[in-house]
């Protein structure tokens, strides 16, 4: 399915005027837009009261409704109490007003009269080609075009640059505006979602990533409301290049149940989020310290070269320890310089046996300037980097001698298309004359080593990650009106063993030959012909697991053996569940491979139908050895997928095992995301485990089959 269109966002990031609705010196919210508006230098005559009960507000002649207004605005800031929201929407719409943002609460987050009220406050907005932001938000920012439209009291220092904000949370949005002021980072535009009755996280991101002046995006996201234009989003910021770094919430049970309180949507789990993210190239961070730090830093890393990895270089030997094993830690590629290089450090700081990176120049800057400079031009020098991080002293205020040197190492690392950052051991309160040092340099300056370094080593992960064109599914329309009969033949949650293996050939999955049948006679005759040894199972859709049933037997050999065989397991199958509707007896083929794999799909409450390969046994069930993907994949993201396993080695063939024939394993994902593409709501989960993988070029077969139908009252 094509994603609903997205809108163009021009009339609300652009605004040239703005109407206050609720316009009072005493609507805290009204008049902190206004002051925010002006101190962003935004006109004053461009900027309309709105109150039935003032002739002047702010100083300005104040009209009484929207209606009433000489001429149309660009925007309305509604800050009035919930029950007249929609009266001043439907306004809005009747005046020709392209954009509304609604800082008033008391809606879906609010019960169910709440969210009665927002459908028909959406449906206002839609009906009047009402750009909607909200409600229950603080609005936004636009430094660029003047745009206060935010309900607290912005930071100082706030200004235009290259990072662009989408959170779901207001407070934590104003927080991370007012850390980033203070660093020196600047945003082309940051927006609170609120409720998401209108425009929705997956607007913004879209509008924001096709804008040229936005080098970064930065979210805080809890819930979507529609994860296909969502996805649709993260595929155009990938497409063109623009990172977005995400803080994801929710993967606790308790945070769940917050986020429901909190958004008035349904959370989802963590592993599909992360398998979403990690396709589409999120840079995901743990907590504010790493948004903030990673943003500073990929706001200012355009022009980073993909290829390198990460020289260091301190005043400290313990330092060097220190940074080796963090970077090891999180997975910080800390480049080996050439032996050149490393023979030609040694040799100025008369060291021979110096590690050249780590580097610890101990004093030089002051002692020894030219042995200093040696140093770094060597090792700006070395195409073994792409970035040069620097730590030297932060004294209280920087000396002259301290700026020279920091400005020698920033623009020497540059002149060889290096991207020179500062760090700080730890989370230091430094003075304001350091930030406007870094801010004249125009470089990063990271706090605290662990963040830094993990900032470091995302930014050089997305640099090198593979460019690819978001996949377009072929959908076959024939087979998905045929899946879709076959999932609804039946009212049962677990369809029959005839449907399950209709719906597996259909999409040419393949699986271990086998014959339904009906008493323990023809599980004989089926034994005899299929040939020895066989599995005998009893098929029943009220014992989804056979196992734990006690109703399957193994390498079974022999017609006499398969008939014991099917009178015992039907006798414990009527045992373990006497009310349990028999619908057969299975005689299947035994397979033999060189592993045993599950693949299948899972539906995540938000994202839908997700795709999940693993090795069995116990690396599934102990050690959670399970990759995810969102479907529609392509070949090369279902080989990553694969790859990605820890007990991948075992189906390469580790210690002189055969290796497996990874390319129909491989294969086999793939069909499965195309029969998630063209189910449709009908399918709530396939579990194929195990899939025996023979060895190369022998192909795979499902053993076991189990495929649940979604009920149609399930949330969407």
Not at 509 to 538: F, S
Not at 555 to 578: I, K, M
């Amino acid at each position: 399915m094509t994603p609903r269109p997205f809108p163009d966002l021009a009339a609300l990031f652009g605004a040239r005027s703005v109407a206050i609705v609720g316009a009072s010196e005493r609507n805290h919210y009204a008049q902190t837009v206004f002051l925010n508006l002006r101190r962003l230098g935004y006109p004053v005559e461009a900027i309309h009261p709105v109150n039935p009960g003032r002739a002047e507000v702010f100083g300005l002649r104040c009209v009484p409704r929207l209606t009433d207004l000489p001429e149309p605005v660009d925007l309305a800031l509604v800050a009035t109490p919930a029950a007249t929201v929609l009266g001043v929407v439907r306004d809005c719409g009747a005046r020709g007003i392209r954009s509304a943002v609604i800082l008033s609460d008391g809606f879906a987050e609010q019960g169910h009269a709440g969210a009665a009220l927002q459908v028909e406050v959406a449906a206002a907005a839609r009906d009047g080609g009402v750009l909607l932001c909200g409600p229950n938000t603080m609005g936004f920012v636009a430094p660029n075009a003047g745009l206060g439209v935010w309900g607290g009291e912005l930071p100082e220092g706030l200004r235009d640059g290259a990072a662009a904000a989408v959170f779901q949370s207001s407070g934590l949005l104003n927080l991370v505006l007012g850390l980033a002021a203070a660093r020196g980072v600047g945003f082309r535009a940051a927006v609170s979602v609120g409720n998401q009755a209108g425009l929705t996280t997956a607007d913004y991101l879209h509008h924001l990533a096709g804008d040229p002046a936005t080098r970064v995006i930065v979210a805080f996201v809890e819930a979507v409301g529609d994860a296909e234009r969502f996805v649709a989003a993260l595929d155009r910021s990938a497409a063109l290049g623009k990172p977005v770094i995400a803080l994801r919430a929710g993967r606790s049970e308790r945070a769940r149940r917050n986020i429901v309180a909190h958004t008035g949507s349904l959370a989802s789990s963590g592993a599909a989020w992360d398998a979403l993210f990690a396709q589409k190239g999120v840079v995901t961070v743990g907590n504010v310290d790493e948004l903030l730090e990673t943003t500073i830093l990929f706001a200012h890393a355009g022009v980073t070269p993909a290829a390198g990895g990460i020289g260091l270089v301190t005043i400290s030997g313990g330092d060097c320890t220190l940074l080796s094993d963090i970077g090891e830690r999180v997975g910080a590629p800390i480049a080996e310089p050439s032996e050149a290089t490393a023979a030609a450090i040694g040799e100025a700081l008369h060291k021979p046996n110096v590690l050249a990176n780590p580097l610890d120049v101990e004093n030089s800057l002051r002692t020894d300037p030219p042995a200093f400079r040696r140093c770094v031009e060597l090792l700006a020098a070395d195409d073994a980097f792409a970035v040069l991080a620097y730590r030297f002293n932060l004294t209280a205020r920087p000396t002259d001698e301290l700026r020279a040197g920091y400005r020698f190492m920033a623009e020497t690392a540059r002149a060889h298309g290096r991207l020179p950052v500062f760090l700080s051991r730890a989370a230091e309160s430094l003075d304001r004359s350091w930030h406007d040092l870094f801010g004249e340099l125009e470089v990063p300056f990271l706090q605290e080593y662990e963040t830094a370094l993990t900032a470091l080593a995302a930014l050089l992960a997305f640099r090198a990650r593979p460019s690819r064109p978001a996949v377009s599914p072929a959908i076959d329309v024939a087979r998905a009106t045929r899946a879709r009969a076959l999932l609804a033949r039946t009212a049962e949650r677990a369809l029959g063993h005839a449907e399950t293996a209709a719906l597996l050939d259909l999409y040419g999955i393949p699986r271990a030959p086998d014959v339904l049948a009906r008493d323990p006679a023809e599980a004989a005759a089926a034994a005899e012909r299929i040939g020895a040894p066989v599995a005998v199972k009893v098929v029943s859709r009220d014992l989804p697991h056979k196992t734990e049933a006690g109703a399957v037997r193994l390498d079974v050999r022999g017609a006499d053996e398969a008939r014991a065989a099917a009178t015992e397991l039907l006798a414990a199958a009527r045992a373990a569940r006497p009310d349990a509707r028999i619908d057969g007896i299975q005689v299947q083929r035994m397979e033999h491979g060189t592993a045993e794999c599950i693949a299948g799909l899972s539906r995540d409450p938000q994202l839908g139908l997700v795709v999940v390969a693993g090795l069995g046994g116990i690396f599934v069930e102990i050690l959670r050895d399970a990759a995810l993907r969102i479907p529609p994949l392509d070949e090369p993201e279902a080989r990553a997928m694969v790859r990605s396993l820890r007990g991948l080695p075992l189906l390469e063939g580790a210690r002189g095992r055969p290796a497996g024939d990874l390319d129909a394993f491989i294969d086999v994902l793939l069909r499965l995301s195309s029969l998630a593409i063209e189910a449709g709501d009908g399918l709530d989960a396939i579990d194929l485990n195990p899939v025996i993988v023979r060895a190369a070029g022998q192909g795979v077969a499902a053993v076991d089959a189990l495929v649940l139908r979604r009920a149609p009252s399930a949330p969407s």
